[in-house]
């Protein structure tokens, strides 16, 4: 059922070009609010606010797996894997980036991009469009990610509660105790970038991205976007070198998004193919 589950919504997915039909987080900032006024330590707080929803979401489903041969869990299973894929249109995103490419908008870019998104850090400090592009496809590859892969990895692991855990943490990154969550979303998000990334590899250029695969593997160091935009990118065929000199920068940077949306296609492609191998196998 979790199979059919991941099927269905991955195909309402691409038809409505993302979950947002069924994504509405006002009563998860409710639930924000009076938490945080809580007076317990900020783990405390962070933990029932991810844990309660979950908690309640498992216990309805085991009321309704037995009912009318599991459709009725399949249903709900569903609208939960869809409420817990990434916000926002992916596709629009990309193709967004690219038209500011193309017009030399690294300015633009950096602003709606990059800071509207929530994707850079305080030690980010652009200087140049070349710079600004570098974060960019940082950003892109770990939204990628995140918006499917790991809700994915999660929805398969522990089924539709592990899924919605790991999108309220996202939802949590930026208005709910941020740096304890990015701490979690580290540990969350150890195994299956590390899977992703080696999915990039086998999608791409393997030869060229071998080794910094290996070094990822290893490497605890490593947080998710700096491990896939190094494996990725290595993947694609080489790192952030400057274009031609008779290629205007913009045109390379949005050809070199181009080929990121690209391999991220690709590597869903594969580890789909892998899981339903799995499932025909069990």
């Known amino acids: 059922m979790t199979f059919l589950a991941m099927i269905i919504a991955l195909v309402l997915v691409q038809a409505w070009g993302s979950g947002n039909r069924v994504q509405h987080d006002d009563w998860f900032l409710s639930l924000q609010a009076r938490v945080a006024s809580w007076g317990v330590l900020p783990e405390i707080r962070l933990a029932a606010l991810v844990l309660l929803p979950a908690l309640a979401l498992q216990l309805l489903l085991n009321m309704l797996e037995p009912l009318l041969f599991g459709v009725l869990w399949i249903a709900l299973a569903t609208l939960v894997l869809l409420y817990s894929m990434g916000r926002r249109d992916f596709h629009e995103l990309l193709e967004r980036y690219r038209t500011q490419c193309r017009g030399e908008d690294f300015e633009g870019a950096y602003l709606t991009t990059l800071v509207e998104l929530g994707w850079t850090a305080e030690s980010d400090d652009p200087v140049s469009p070349g710079d600004v592009h570098a974060l960019v496809q940082r ?16 929805f398969v692991l522990l089924g539709p509660a592990g899924a919605l855990v790991y999108r309220l943490l996202q939802l949590c990154r930026h208005h ?11 540990l969350f998000d150890w195994v299956p970038a590390r899977l992703l990334a080696a999915a990039f590899s086998l999608a791409g250029d393997f030869v060229a991205s071998r080794d910094t695969l290996f070094h990822g593997l290893t490497n605890t160091s490593l947080d998710a976007p700096q491990l896939l935009q190094s494996v990725g990118q290595e993947a694609m065929g080489g790192s952030l070198d400057a274009p031609g000199p008779d290629e205007p920068f913009g045109e390379y940077a949005a050809g070199q998004n181009l080929e990121l949306a690209s391999l991220l296609y690709r590597s869903a492609a594969c580890w789909v193919a892998l899981v339903a191998l799995l499932v025909l196998l069990d």
């Open 139 to 154: 950003g892109f590859f770990y939204e990628g990610y995140q918006r499917w892969f790991a809700v994915l990895f999660y």
């Open 176 to 186: 709910f105790e941020a740096q304890l969550v990015e701490r979690v979303l580290y």
